[in-house]
């Protein structure tokens, strides 16, 4: 059984609009947990999974022009991320296409592991630089 999102304060960026993108994220893939777990259909799956990987796109878009902004020493690596996981949530949604056996425990774990991990790490990471620079201003 694969664990739902569960946003907390602990994960705030303290950024109101990532924080708000964040908490999507976290509905649509707790949208596809349930999916899983209710046998859903190929159409519903994929049009969460088509969903998820729009939002993406949409979302890093916000992040990164906050980095560009802001002159983020990091922003290539944090860019970097943002790529991989946009290929990887690519090759699943091909993998599920070719295979709709295949809405397996370890992609769900992947997708939801890596946003509670990029938030914590990477996103965290901006977000204190952002508090230092607005400290020292
Ligand atoms: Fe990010």
């Not at 899983?36 to 999974?49: C, H, K, Y």
């Not at 916000?62 to 990091?74: I, K, R």
């Amino acid at each position: 059984m694969v664990e739902k999102l569960t946003w907390s304060k602990k994960l705030s960026v303290n950024n109101r609009e990532i924080d708000e993108q964040h908490k999507t994220f976290f509905f649509i893939i707790n949208d596809l947990i349930n999916a899983r777990r209710d046998g859903a259909n190929e159409a519903a799956v994929l049009t969460i999974l088509s969903r998820m990987l729009a939002y993406a796109g949409y979302h890093f878009v916000t992040e990164e022009a906050y980095m560009v902004e802001n002159d983020y020493p990091f922003f290539q690596s944090h860019v970097k991320e943002h790529q991989s996981y946009n290929l990887k949530l690519k090759k699943l949604i091909d993998e599920y296409q070719n295979d709709p056996t295949k809405l397996s425990s370890d992609m769900l774990w992947f997708l939801r592991n890596w946003w509670i991990d990029h938030i914590n790490t990477s996103d965290m990471h901006f977000a204190k630089f952002i508090a230092r620079k607005t400290h020292i201003k």
